[in-house]
């Protein structure tokens, strides 16, 4: 079992940066692919960036390239994602996703484990 834990989520105006961290139990981090995903209100849950075990491969939605950075940290059994630029349209749930296998998280949507979903407004 492991539990995610996110946080860093807030409101924020148009052009500004915010990191959000997601936290994850247990020992088994590294055995896991990580991943971000955002549902707005009255849509479906998008992929927005994942990460391999490792760390030294990343995936992006169109949408966050260039401007969202997903990272992790394995000592500390974290995966973060930076967002700069932020836009109105990024306004959303998000929440972070665990699973062996990036390509379930990547092109299925699929995670076995999520966090809660901080809320993250941007304002124009």
């Known amino acids: 079992q492991v539990q995610l834990v996110e946080s860093g989520g807030g409101l924020v105006q148009a052009g500004g940066s915010l990191r959000l961290s997601c936290a994850a139990s247990?020992?088994?981090?590294?055995?896991?692919?990580m991943g971000w995903f955002r549902q707005a209100p009255g849509k479906e849950r998008y992929f927005v960036a994942a990460?391999?075990?490792?760390?030294?491969?990343?995936y992006y939605a169109d949408s966050a390239k260039d401007r969202f950075t997903i990272s992790r940290d394995n000592a500390k059994n974290t995966v973060y994602l930076q967002m700069n630029s932020l836009k109105p349209e990024d306004t959303a749930v998000y929440y972070c996703?665990?699973?062996?296998?990036?390509?379930?998280?990547?092109?299925?949507?699929?995670?076995?484990?999520w966090g809660q979903g901080p809320q993250v407004t941007v304002s124009s």
């Open positions: 996703a665990a699973h062996r296998d990036v390509v379930a998280l990547r092109y299925m949507n699929r995670g076995e484990y």
């Open positions: 990460i391999i075990k490792t760390g030294r491969s990343t």
């Open positions: 247990g020992r088994t981090f590294s055995s896991y692919a």
